[in-house]
C-alpha cells in the first residue's frame, strides 16, 4: 500500500522511524521479502526510496540487509531524489553531522632555554 499524498511505502515509514528496535527490524526483514519489486523500488512525492529514509536515520542495517537480501535494491544507493541526493551521500552527511570536531592542531613548542 502507498500512502496518497506522500507517496511512501510502509518500508519507507518503517526506516524512517527514530527507534529501529527488534521488532522494527522483523517486520522489515518479513516486509522486504514480500514485498513486489515495484514497491521495493518505490520513490515516494520527494524523488526518495526507502534507502533514503535508512540513510538519513543512519541504519545501515537496512542498507546492507536489503542489498544481500534482495539484489534488485542494490541500484537504489546511487539513485538521486528530487534535491539531488543519493542514500549514500546523505549517510556520509548524517555521519558527518554527528561526528566530534576534529582536534585542533598542536600549537608548536616554544624552544625553551639553553
Known amino acids: 500500500e502507498v500512502h496518497p499524498q506522500r507517496g511512501d511505502t510502509l518500508l519507507h515509514l518503517l526506516c524512517g522511524r527514530q527507534r529501529f528496535n527488534p521488532q522494527a527490524a522483523e517486520l522489515f526483514s518479513n ?3 514480500a514485498v513486489p519489486e515495484s514497491i521495493l523500488l518505490r520513490r515516494n512525492s520527494n524523488g ?21 537480501s534482495r539484489s534488485a535494491s542494490a541500484r537504489l544507493v546511487v539513485e538521486k531524489d528530487s534535491a539531488g541526493w543519493t542514500p549514500l551521500a546523505l549517510l556520509a ?21 639553553k
Not at 51 to 68: D, E, I
Open 31 to 33: 516486509l522486504l521479502v
Open 93 to 113: 552527511r548524517h555521519m558527518q553531522r554527528r561526528a566530534p570536531p576534529p582536534p585542533a592542531p598542536a600549537m608548536p613548542q616554544a624552544a625553551g632555554p
Open 48 to 68: 526518495q526510496s526507502f534507502f533514503h529514509n535508512a540513510a538519513a536515520r543512519l541504519n545501515s542495517w537496512v542498507l546492507s540487509h536489503s542489498v544481500s
